[in-house]
């Protein structure tokens, strides 16, 4: 056997893609009178499936919490099981748990998108600080030229949709209140924006949603204010909108017509 075919006996063996009593670990790998071989080799794989469940338990803990530490952790080995880490960064180990929460079907409906809130509040932990612009910036390019300014957003920040009340779950959790026995159907689009080492996140009325996605695709903030037309002051509404977007810290530059500062 050669040490390229070794390493991989060891490493299906340690992450459970390798039978415990495959003939070719006796081979392999050192037995004694004290422990076989298969035993040493199940020793490194309790402990790397450890690590793991401890790296999920850090990244989803409101789905944890949910479940409860027993139910998580068979949860993972399923989960493992059908995703087995294949990247050198622990942090990416659980980026298919949304979709495979999504998809399981014995958990309840919102399991998955609370995953992917907690999944996209770790990512936009990660992102890459900016300094944020103040509403400054768009207020000294004057009224003419407000419709024809473009916002560019930092990089820490995101939104995502859903289909069930994931942003009350997660408060609840967080509170350490009893949720919801059943997943609760209420659409909405969540923000979710870092300050500093804090996270946060909200949910967007549907208008306030619809700009947002405008502005974030780089339409001019004349387009953007139209998705408030059916508010009852929609100038104000929209200024008061997209004022809230500097003082959340979104806002990265206001650009002219042209692109530029």
Not at 18 to 35: K, L, Q, Y
Not at 36 to 59: C, F, N, P, T
Not at 229 to 254: K, L, N, Q, R, Y
């Amino acid at each position: 056997m050669t040490l390229s075919e070794v390493e991989s006996l060891f490493f299906g063996a340690v992450t459970g893609q390798v039978s415990a009593d495959d003939p070719r670990i006796a081979r392999a790998f050192v037995s004694d009178s004290r422990m076989a071989a298969g035993e040493r080799i199940q020793i490194y794989a309790h402990m790397v499936a450890s690590r793991q469940v401890e790296a999920l338990e850090a990244e989803f803990p409101m789905v944890r919490a949910l479940l409860g530490p027993e139910p998580f952790a068979e949860l993972c080995a399923d989960y493992l099981r059908a995703h087995p880490s294949g990247h050198p960064d622990i942090g990416q180990l659980g980026r298919a748990l949304p979709a495979f929460l999504q998809a399981h079907p014995r958990v309840r409906g919102d399991l998955g998108e609370l995953a992917l809130l907690e999944r996209t509040r770790s990512q936009v932990f990660g992102a890459p600080d900016e300094a944020p612009c103040e509403v400054d910036a768009l207020v000294a390019h004057g009224p003419e030229a407000f419709p024809m300014l473009r916002i560019r957003f930092i990089a820490a920040l995101r939104t995502l949709e859903t289909a069930h009340d994931v942003d009350g779950l997660f408060k609840a959790l967080q509170a350490d209140a009893r949720p919801d026995a059943a997943a609760l159907d209420a659409p909405a689009r969540l923000a979710v924006w870092k300050q500093g080492f804090q996270v946060f996140h909200a949910a967007l009325s549907h208008a306030e949603g619809q700009a947002l996605a405008l502005a974030r695709g780089g339409a001019a903030l004349g387009e953007v204010c139209e998705a408030f037309a059916g508010a009852d002051d929609p100038a104000g509404t929209a200024f008061a909108a997209i004022a809230s977007w500097f003082g959340e810290g979104w806002v990265a530059e206001v650009q002219g017509a042209d692109r530029s500062v």
